[in-house]
Nanobody, 126 residues
Framework: QVRLVESGGGLVQAGGSLRLSCVLSGRTVSGYTMGWFRQGPGKEREFVAAIKWTGGRIYYADSVKGRFTISRENAKNTLWLQMSSLTPEDTAVYYC???????????????????WGPGTQVSVSS
């Protein structure tokens, strides 16, 4: 059984930085595309970033491009999201997610992902 657990959320002032981590257990990350989504107050869950297993291709939402960096450390079954230049609009619960890449699907759609973590709260004050 694949399990994802996020950590690293918290309260930060606008302009600050945070690094989120997500550990996958139950299997290795080999073969999985992994991504980050977020859901702000009163908003739908939205795509933030993804990193594919094949070739390690990386994708970002336009809203975070240039400010967030996704990376993975396969030996530690860990996914990271480095966030900088945070604004109050980045306030959300951040979710780590994964799907078996060979199953196909769009990396930016939440419905593509089979496994989800419980989420970690990120709050940015102005």
């Amino acid at each position: 059984q694949v399990r994802l657990v996020e950590s690293g959320g918290g309260l930060v002032q606008a302009g600050g930085s945070l690094r989120l981590s997500c550990v996958l257990s139950g299997r290795t990350v080999s073969g999985y595309t992994m991504g980050w989504f977020r859901q702000g107050p009163g908003k739908e869950r939205e795509f933030v970033a993804a990193i594919k297993w094949t070739g390690g291709r990386i994708y970002y939402a336009d809203s975070v491009k240039g400010r967030f960096t996704i990376s993975r450390e396969n030996a530690k079954n860990t996914l990271w999201l480095q966030m900088s230049s945070l604004t109050p609009e980045d306030t959300a619960v951040y979710y780590c997610a994964a799907y078996w890449e060979s199953n196909g699907g769009d990396y930016y759609r939440s419905g593509t992902y089979r496994y989800w973590g419980p989420g970690t709260q990120v709050s940015v004050s102005s």
